[in-house]
């Protein structure tokens, strides 16, 4: 309902109003009291709501100018911040293309002066015009929401704007990278998104140029390596070619790098590489050819077992590096290497002169005889200045050959002559010995390299030999033999002869022979060479020990070996004995828990221990615990106690054997016995129970009319 129908209605539903009040006091009241109250009162009444109905109308109607005008002015303030915004960023990126946010808005611009706004397109203000309160609202409302529609297009081009220069510059510096003038280049960032970013606005363009400006400034640093590096190969070139256009190309690319053109900074670049490139190309493989084949001579020379290994490992990195040049691009790093075999050539001639000075230094300082060595015709000459002097490498190649080559020959012969003296004195008398026990010595008979050498020196200083190079061997006439005679004695004499062998072995004489005596018995050996051999005596009875001495045959010889008595517990554990100590503190328990079990403990028994040393650790223990050890004839090892079994024996005399009778050893050791002793033991035990019995080699006899 309108506000005027609305109006007319209170006022036609006051009047009735008051025309009731009226009858009611002219009914209930007076009569005059009702007349004037109809006459006077609605009349004024009436007179004062149409006054305040036309005053609320004239104030509503005021409001709404004012309210329309308020938008007027919100809606230039939006498009004031978006206009100037465009300028903002047409500002911060030149190439950024606004052309079609600045036509949409400009038509809002005029659609806004339409509406009574006023705006100035150069400066970006605004003001509100005299005829804005009669300004439709809705329109307003529509051009405010276009100007937000605006400043979101905005940004979303601003992002893709950044999205593809970030491309851009990646595709640039790629290419620099394949053209191996730069490094590869770091993957752009990904800048944020309007919706993902900081809120619309002077943030978000900051945001993502931030990201852009990094990037630009990593395309400036790889633009200037490029340059660098197409500056030095131009600095590496010894051939003609076209430098102001290289240096033009350059030019032009500083430049465009500078005004942020890095597709044409790129350009300039690459265009500079292949004029260089182009016009170098011919020079560069005829100059790689040449130093691949100087690194060729230089690794085939012979030269490396003389020197330092390290100079021949720089040649050999340089070859392998040789083969990835493939451009004249390249001329810089063929320059280093170039450089790096010139030095490495130059230091292998210096290594091999010192090396010829000094084993010409050493025989020198000798008396060596005439004819065994001539001074190199290369000594004390200087060849590393020559050389040095040398410009091309294709000319050093040929004179380093002919110059190593001699210094080679030189070094491989003075070192031998130096080696041999140096040695000679040891050798010499390894020579001698040879000579004197066999009248020849052939190289294998010497321990060294180059036996020609110290046989051609020997032969020299001792005129009484022959020599043979081409064997190579010295002789000397006939061989010097001796008479070497060995006296054995034992400690004390015996009834029977006692036999001991007596060897006497060195190179290729091996002599043997038996000693048998009560006491003292001699060996004699005839014709022994010249020389060092080993003597060894060996007593053929357990409790002698073995005697084994090194001797010196330089004439007729005699010996003295006296032979001392040996138990047989230090006869098994042999010198040991610290490691059978260690062993046996380890497994007392175990030979203690055996022993209690079987009553005896044998080498025939396993035991946790390598078999070559369980004899020597049950001797030991056995020795520790006091109780006895034997050995029978097939070399077992047994470790008993003697009481315990010397009462056995007492018992079979005592109740198993009559008066008359006889029992074997091998019975008794059966029937009887609780451990499985040899004979010598058994019979040994029975002779000193002190009954009346009579013992032979395999038996015990108990004689009639003897007492117990």
């Known amino acids: 309902m309108k506000g005027q129908t609305r109006a007319a209605l209170g006022i036609g539903a006051l009047t009735v109003l008051m025309a009731a009040v009226g009858a009611g006091l002219f009914v209930f009241a007076s009569t005059q009291l009702g007349v004037y109250f109809v006459v006077g009162g609605i009349p004024v009444v009436l007179l004062v709501v149409a006054v305040a109905y036309v005053r609320g109308v004239l104030s509503g109607e005021d409001n709404t100018g004012q309210y329309v005008e308020q938008r007027t002015k919100q809606v230039g303030e939006s498009l004031r911040d978006f206009w100037r915004s465009l300028s903002t960023v047409e500002e911060s990126y030149p190439r950024f293309d606004a052309s079609t946010l600045r036509s949409r808005a400009d038509s809002l611009v005029s659609d806004y002066e339409a509406q009574g706004g006023e705006f100035d397109r150069d400066s970006g203000s605004f003001s509100v015009g005299k005829g804005a309160a009669s300004g439709e609202l809705q329109e307003l409302e529509r051009i405010d929401a276009e100007v937000t529609t605006l400043a979101a297009?905005?940004?979303?081009?601003?992002?893709?704007?950044?999205?593809?220069?970030?491309?851009?510059?990646?595709?640039?510096m790629r290419a620099l990278a394949d053209a191996d003038i730069a490094a590869e280049p770091a993957e752009p960032p990904e800048p944020p998104t309007p919706d993902e970013g900081p809120p619309s606005g002077l943030a978000y363009w900051e945001a993502v140029g931030e990201d852009l400006e990094e990037y630009r400034m990593e395309a400036d640093a790889t633009v200037d390596e490029a340059i660098a590096r197409v500056r030095d190969i131009q600095r590496n070139a010894t051939d003609a070619y076209d430098e102001a256009a290289v240096?033009?190309?350059?030019?032009?690319?500083?430049?465009?790098?500078?005004?942020g053109e890095y597709g044409h900074a790129v350009d300039a670049v690459l265009e500079a590489q292949a004029t260089l490139e182009s016009e170098l190309s011919g020079s560069f493989d005829q100059d790689r050819e040449d130093l691949d084949a100087f690194v060729d001579t230089i690794l085939d020379s012979g030269a490396e077992q003389y020197v330092d290994a390290e100079l021949f490992d720089q040649v050999r990195s340089v070859q392998r590096e040789l083969d990835s040049l493939d451009s004249a691009l390249d001329v810089g790093s063929l320059s280093e290497h170039r450089q790096t075999v010139r030095t490495a050539a130059l230091d292998i001639v210096s290594s091999l002169e010192t090396e010829v000075d000094r084993h010409v230094r050493t025989l020198d300082d000798e008396e060596l005889p005439a004819g065994y060595y001539s001074r190199p015709a290369v000594v004390d000459e200087d060849h590393v200045d020559d050389l040095r002097a040398i410009g091309p490498v294709r000319d050093l190649d040929h004179e380093w050959d002919t110059v190593v080559a001699d210094l080679v020959d030189a070094v491989g012969t003075v070192k031998t002559k130096a080696t041999v003296v140096e040695a000679y004195d040891d050798v010499s008398e390894t020579i001698e010995e040879r000579l004197r026990?066999?009248?020849?010595?052939?190289?294998?008979?010497?321990?060294?390299?180059?036996?020609?050498?110290?046989?051609?020196?020997?032969?020299?200083?001792?005129?009484?030999?022959?020599?043979?190079?081409?064997?190579?061997?010295?002789?000397?006439?006939?061989?010097?033999?001796?008479?070497?005679e060995v006296t054995v004695s034992y400690d004390e004499g015996s009834e029977a002869k006692r036999r001991a062998t007596v060897t006497l072995d060195g190179g290729e004489y091996d002599g043997r022979e038996v000693v048998a005596t009560h006491l003292v018995g001699t060996a004699a050996f005839a014709d022994v060479p010249f020389g060092e051999y080993e003597l060894v005596v060996a007593p053929g009875e357990d409790d002698y020990g073995r005697v084994e001495r090194t001797v010196q045959v330089e004439g007729d010889t005699e010996l003295s070996v006296d032979l001392e008595p040996v138990t047989l517990i230090e006869q098994l554990v042999d010198g040991r004995e610290e490691e059978i100590d260690e062993h046996v503190t380890?497994?007392?328990?175990?030979?203690?828990?055996?022993?209690?079990?079987?009553?005896?403990?044998?080498?025939?028994?396993?035991?946790?221990?390598?078999?070559?040393?369980?004899?020597?650790?049950?001797?030991e223990w056995a020795d520790r615990e006091g109780y006895a050890v034997t050995r029978t004839d097939d070399g077992t090892v047994i470790v008993y106690d003697d009481s315990q079994l010397s009462q056995e024996i007492m018992n079979v005399i005592?109740?198993?054997?009559?008066?008359?009778?006889?029992?074997?050893?091998?019975?008794?050791?059966?029937?009887?016995?609780?451990?499985?002793?040899?004979?010598?033991?058994?019979?040994?035990?029975?002779?000193?129970?002190?009954?009346s019995v009579e013992t032979t080699a395999d038996s015990i006899e108990k004689p009639a009319g003897g007492e117990a």
């Open 437 to 484: 026990q066999n009248g020849t010595v052939t190289a294998d008979d010497l321990p060294v390299r180059h036996a020609g050498q110290f046989f051609g020196l020997y032969f020299r200083r001792n005129p009484d030999v022959e020599f043979d190079p081409d064997a190579p061997a010295l002789h000397r006439g006939d061989v010097e033999t001796y008479t070497v």
């Open 247 to 259: 240096d033009r190309h350059l030019e032009d690319a500083e430049a465009d790098r500078r005004d």
């Open 586 to 619: 380890e497994f007392a328990p175990r030979l203690r828990d055996r022993f209690d079990e079987e009553g005896y403990l044998s080498t025939d028994m396993e035991f946790p221990i390598t078999d070559d040393f369980v004899p020597g650790l049950l001797a």
């Open 153 to 172: 297009d905005r940004d979303d081009q601003l992002y893709d704007f950044v999205r593809d220069e970030l491309d851009a510059l990646h595709a640039d």
């Open 654 to 691: 005592q109740y198993n054997l009559d008066e008359g009778d006889r029992l074997s050893y091998e019975r008794i050791r059966s029937n009887y016995l609780s451990v499985p002793v040899p004979d010598t033991v058994i019979e040994e035990l029975a002779a000193d129970t002190g009954l």
